[in-house]
């Protein structure tokens, strides 16, 4: 019994001594102080600079002391992602590793440098255009295949991976990982749902140092989301227009909770198949005719409506899957048809963390005179010169919404 | 050692010049220095642009000895002819040293954003390589260059007023 007691209080001593500590903290109390820091400044000037022989930290620790005492005020990090875990952090992230591909561009919004990031998931090499930036980091494959050599290989700090997307597989890599190297910090986060999306934006800018950017990005999305709902939210939801919105596949709808249920809603819409359970139901098309929308939404940009985005300058395959949808057997019933207000949107600007500009576009759509001053695409262009720093001009290039 | 009976007015005109000249630009990441001629000596004003939280290294020139500083005593150091400023947030940093004002083109300096990890010479407006601060001589750099043309017209136009 002793002797399992004492096996006992030595593990804990071992995981004691695992917990680490905030760098150049000289008296170890777990608050690096402005002299604490100011010394090993000092010692490390000293000793690289003026031929001091002091004890000095090295220049990594003393880096990451003044990360910490500049975002962290001189404590550990303790934050809690979107799937609810809390994580303590000690050191800034400097080794990214991004399953998650939407994450990358709510990362790029609040200006993290790209040499902190170590690998990204392929969509994200598949497109040069768009992240011109991350061509050369390591490929990790993705959420449903990951390259676990590669991503072991570049040695993260840290792994982002989907809150609630794929559970099952982000939970795989975490594991797989984590026995791999159990130093590596795991955070899920989604970066597309507008329910937790300004949170994820403010965690994001503490996690990563980018404080200041985070608010700035967040004062631009609040614009945008809020110019919409002050109007939207003035309307009653029985007066709500009611739309039907179908993703990249034919009759594949959205249901209750889906993110593109809660998109309609935030644009001020009524979605007809909300109250499915399932969250992207296939539906009958006579189901929509009964339902009679007066808006229909396709969203093109993947599955079998590959095309559009910014590598694509083409409306013509818009306009083919306009005209399908038009000529549905049966569907010139519909109002939506019948009035010219069949919309096609690329997954781009509405499906990931771009989601506020799809939302903008959608309003417009749905009330042309209650937005007659809102201009989407002014929005997509701010977007990309200001946050997502592109050199990239939409009078120019890119198809992402037809009609406009 | 010079005293203030040495500063005549063309030497005034030239520290002035070298004042204004010597104070390059704000840009991010980047430190400034500002000389002053006093009775017997030097203030120099270091101005910090955009660098919460780094470190400076100044090389004294020969013939100066240091006097002090207004940046507190935790975040100084001085060894020799090197001085080390820790800066967690200040905005200038002054020190004064005893010495000849016309060692005012002689200091070298090196910083680092212990952010960002860009390093850069005191008195250039972008990062650079820092190693150029050990230099004795000042460093090469358009403000030196230009400081040190200017002050050789103003000598030139100060001694044909003269005639």
Request: proline letters at 6%.
């Amino acid at each position: 019994m002793t002797r399992r007691l004492l096996l006992l209080a030595c593990s804990l001593c071992l995981l004691a001594g695992m917990v680490a500590a905030v760098p150049c903290d000289g008296d170890g109390d777990g608050t690096l102080t402005a002299p604490e820091l100011a010394t090993a400044i000092l010692d490390s000037l000293d000793a690289r600079y003026m031929g001091g022989t002091v004890a000095a930290p090295s220049l990594t620790d003393l880096q990451d002391a003044a990360f910490v005492y500049e975002h962290w005020d001189g404590r550990a990090l303790t934050i809690t992602d979107t799937s609810g875990r809390t994580t303590t952090l000690t050191r800034p992230l400097n080794r990214i590793a991004l399953f998650n591909s939407d994450a990358i561009r709510m990362m790029r919004s609040i200006g993290l440098e790209p040499d902190r990031v170590v690998g990204v998931a392929k969509y994200v090499l598949e497109d040069p255009v768009f992240y011109p930036e991350y061509q050369e980091k390591a490929n990790l494959g993705s959420v449903w295949s990951p390259d676990y050599e590669q991503t072991a290989s570049v040695r993260p700090d840290a792994v982002f991976l989907y809150a609630s997307v794929s559970e099952t597989s982000c939970a795989d890599i975490e594991k797989t990982l984590r026995a791999i190297d159990p130093a590596i910090h795991f955070f899920r986060i989604d970066s597309f749902r507008p329910a937790v999306y300004a949170d994820e934006v403010r965690t994001l800018g503490l996690l990563l140092g980018k404080e200041e950017e985070a608010r700035e990005f967040l004062a631009f999305h609040e614009d945008v989301t809020g110019t919409v709902a002050d109007v939207v939210d003035t309307i009653p939801d029985e007066d709500r227009v009611p739309v039907y919105l179908e993703t990249w596949n034919a009759y594949k709808s959205a249901g209750m909770g889906s993110g593109y249920d809660e998109k309609v809603w935030l644009a001020g819409g009524r979605n007809i198949f909300g109250e499915n359970p399932v969250e992207y139901p296939v539906v009958d098309p006579e189901a929509v005719i009964s339902r009679n929308p007066a808006v229909i939404i396709k969203i093109v940009g993947a599955g079998e409506t590959t095309f559009g985005g910014y590598d694509d300058d083409d409306l013509a395959s818009f306009e083919s899957v306009l005209r399908s949808i038009e000529n549905r057997p049966v569907w010139d019933r519909i109002k939506a048809v019948r009035d010219g207000r069949v919309h096609l949107i690329h997954s781009k600007i509405i499906g990931g963390p771009d989601y506020f500009i799809g939302t903008a576009y959608l309003a417009k759509w749905f009330y042309p005179d209650l937005f007659a001053d809102l201009d989407p695409r002014a929005i997509h262009q701010r977007y990309l010169d200001e946050f997502q720093r592109l050199d990239y001009d939409l009078d120019d290039h890119g198809t992402f919404v037809y009609p406009a | 050692m010079l005293n203030s009976s040495i500063v005549t007015p063309k030497r005034a005109l030239l520290l002035c010049i070298l004042v204004v000249v010597l104070a390059a630009p704000a840009a991010a990441g980047s430190i400034e220095r500002t000389i002053t001629p006093q009775e017997g000596g030097l203030d120099i004003t270091l101005t910090v642009n955009d660098i919460p939280v780094g470190g400076i290294v100044e090389t004294l020139p020969e013939g100066c000895t240091w006097m002090g500083t207004d940046h507190p005593e935790d975040r100084t150091r001085v060894s020799g002819e090197k001085v080390a400023f820790a800066i967690i947030g200040e905005e200038t940093i002054t020190y004064q040293v005893q010495g000849p004002q016309d060692a005012a083109e002689a200091f070298a300096g090196t910083w680092e954003d212990l952010l960002t990890g860009d390093s850069g010479v005191v008195g250039l407006d972008e990062p650079g390589n820092p190693e150029q601060a050990d230099a004795t001589t000042p460093p090469s750099t358009p403000g030196f260059g230009c400081a040190a043309a200017l002050a050789a017209l103003a000598v030139l136009c100060s001694r044909r007023c003269g005639r």
